[in-house]
Structure formats: structure tokens, C-alpha cells
């Protein structure tokens, strides 16, 4: 098979348009893929740092540290996000599911049913019966939760409800904007997703997830953009190879194109 054959003409295309020979588009589409995996890094420990922090602010501030469980109504959500919760909760229930063998989980349908398995059912409906039962942590339910759902906790529709009154100290520079945290979630989210689909980061693109990183890494518990914070710290090694690799990318582009 030619190299082509592995990385799709649809997919070298977008590589190729930018360069003048075939075997200067795979070195870019790799040197990509380098970046890429350098990017999901990052932004893996920004998304676990926000949900943490986000989640131990929201504790605090409401007094209530089972906030994302269904009776529990302190933290004011929108019905997207508790929708959201819901999904979470479904998910962690699967999990915990999942790691029963065959007889345990069969051994459910006595709660699942106590009168007994209804003939006819389908398989689908059984398990959901059984998964069911599970009762979830609130630390389970966290572990399933989105990117997407705790970005959405700094849109402007929480100003007033969550960012004013308790999630401004997650970023607590005096001088920061709520709508400034917020367009750099935006833009991290989107090249998370990007990256996660092996789509290509690169332009202006690039350098708008660069910035917003780099904005994020500086806020994040910090009173002044300069502070050597916890977050700086917990980050520094994956932030050095981004950097690394951010420049290396730069300099592969500048030579391939």
C-alpha cells in the first residue's frame, strides 16, 4: 500500500494545498498529529483542573457537596445542564454495570423485578432496569460529566447566578472578565474537538488556541497574570512540550510551505 492509502487523498488534500510535492504534505499531516497530541495534553489537565475547581467553588460558596445528585436543588442550573447531570448520572450507572460478570448482573432482575421478569421484554429495556439501581456518587457523576457542561457554567446566562457570586474566584484577577474566561473556554472546547476528530489545528486557528491556553494556564487561581500559581505548576511540564512542539510545528510549516 502506498502512504496515501493510510492517510486517505480526501484527508492529505488539506495538506497538500498548502505544499508543492506529495511527501511534503505527510510530513506535515505528522508533524500535525505531533501537535495535536501535544494539545490534548494541555487541555486534558485544563478540563480536569476547571471541573474540580469549579465543582469545590460551587461547594463551598452553596454549602453543599452532593450539589450534582438529583434532589438536590442549591446550585441554580439551567434545564440544559441538568439535563446534562442526568446523562452523566445515566453513564456512570453503565459504568458501574459494566463491571459485573454475567451471574451478578443477572442476579439484578430480583430488584429490577420483583415480580418477576416481564415476558417479552427486550434486552435493551432489562438493562436499563438493571442499571437503574445503581445509586451514583457525586464523585461518579463528575467523572462523566462534559467539557461542554462545565464551559457552560461561565456563559453569560450563570453572570448573575454563579460567576458573580462564587465561580469569579476560580479566576479571581480583579481585572478579568467573566466574558473573557468564557471565549477562551469556547475556543479551547472547539479545538479539543477538532483534535479529538483528527482534524487539522493550524493558522489562525492555531494561534487562537495558543492564546487561550496560555490565557486559561495564567487566570486559572491567579490574582495577577504573573503569579507562579498551583495550576502553572501542575501544567508546567505539559505546557513545555506544547510549546515545544507549537514552535517545531511553526518551524516544519514555514519549511514545507
Known sequence: MDIVDFISEERLETYENHTDRQEKAVALHNHT??????????????ELSL??????RLIEDFGDNKWLLSDHVTVPL????INAINTARSHAQKAAYAKLNYREKSFLDAFAFPGGVPEGISHKTAVKKRQGLFVVSHGQIISQTTFHFWKRL???EYDGTLWKPSLKRVFPNKKLKRSSVS???EVVYATRNRVAHHEPVYGERLTDAINALEFLRNSMGANGSQEDTSF????RIQYFRLRMDYESFLEAWRTLT
Open 78 to 81: 439551567k434545564s440544559f445542564e
Open 51 to 56: 471541573r474540580n475547581s469549579t465543582n469545590q
Open 33 to 46: 498529529l505531533q501537535l495535536g497530541s501535544s494539545l490534548m495534553s494541555m487541555i486534558a489537565l485544563l
Open 183 to 185: 471565549k477562551a473556554l
Open 154 to 156: 461561565y456563559s453569560s
Open 232 to 235: 502553572k505548576k501542575f501544567s
